[in-house]
């Protein structure tokens, strides 16, 4: 009986987690490997919080000819060759398939020549510019050049390339193998947390998406729409999990960030205080909201990392913001929370405001200001003006807000 309990209890974990098998299909294997060490936070993505680490993926197909996909960054090199010796089962690859020339795909080029010095290079011309600035060596004689719709055939797989600039620097080529209808997608479809960790990937995709891509939604759009052609059964990011089932899901969810489109009607509430009193209305607010049923997140603008505001702001439909008065300004937080969401195309939403001073309560003025140049934002006509501290007038303003905001 504790035997069984422990093969079933097995099972459950192994299915919350987004372990990639070493095996993945037909040929693909898997050489990549998990960060909990934060060299990730600390050496590539500085402003995006990954408390539970991050995923370096990597691949290798075999075929007649052997092509990997991806190196890897140089703190775990040891760990990935380790895997692609596995893998070859005494081989030695033809090719190493460079995608994106960030260092986390790529830290170990010149490593792997020393290796294999008869491995070829596959990428675009501009990641071999970037090569050179690198590692100080032209690959001269190692180079294959690829360009949008070129192909290379390994045996069974035939390899077809795909230009995706600013996914997420400007030189990167993605990668469709047409015998397992696989897309390679590098940075595209990736996420937060390791891959031994069990979190939701909407959640920390949207982050990912956010944190790194956000701001470059038509060319993420125009990425989308080359895509179209493809059957694609298999997703296998550079970051993160593979993608195989609801495969429209993932696409579906990226047409939407591209185009700056809210997922889901809900509010994000993004409010500052000093002394407690914006911080009394808000719990007030969303005492209301809880009742009406509308789904929300609230974010202290103190405490909440930026890029967690920014992906929440993008989920919904509805932002509320509320702010202090610091002298003759919107709380300094505040103000820079505005400008990142205007530079990250902020459109298409609702936006209510909260304002709150003990001589000067006009920060729903200034914060209207700063949204005005924003493309397709319409302001809720119930404003909640706060003298110092909550009377029956804010409270009632906050009563008619929250029914604003249900109405959707
Ligand atoms: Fe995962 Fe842009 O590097």
Known sequence: MKLISIIIYSIIINQSLNIIP???????????????YEHYQAAIEGPNPVPNGVSYNSYVIIDDKILIVDGMHEFYQNQWIKNL?????????????????????????KYILNLYPDIKIVSSSISFNMMK???????EDKKIIINEGDELNLGKHILYFIKAPMIHWPEVMLTYDSYTKTLFSCDAFSKFGANDVDDVWDDEARRFYFGLLGIYGNFINAFLQKLEKYEIRTILPGHGQILTNNINHYISLYQKWS????????????????????????????EKLKSLGVKYSIHDISKSHWTRMIADSFKYNTLILASVMIDDDISPAMREYLEIIKSFNFQNRRVGLIENGSWNPYANRIMKDMLNNCKNISFLKNLVRIDASLDEKSITQINNLAMEIAEN
């Open 22 to 36: 070493f095996n993945i299909n037909d040929g693909i294997k898997y050489l990549g490997v998990d960060d909990h």
């Open 85 to 109: 010796e596995k893998a070859l089962e005494g081989r030695k690859p033809d090719y190493l398939l460079i995608q994106h020339m960030e260092p986390d795909h790529s830290g170990n080029i």
């Open 133 to 139: 600035n690198f590692f100080d060596y032209d690959f």
């Open 259 to 286: 185009k700056y489109i809210p997922e889901e009607n809900g509010v994000v509430i993004i409010y500052s205080t000093i002394y407690g009193h914006t911080k009394i209305a808000i719990d007030n607010l969303t």
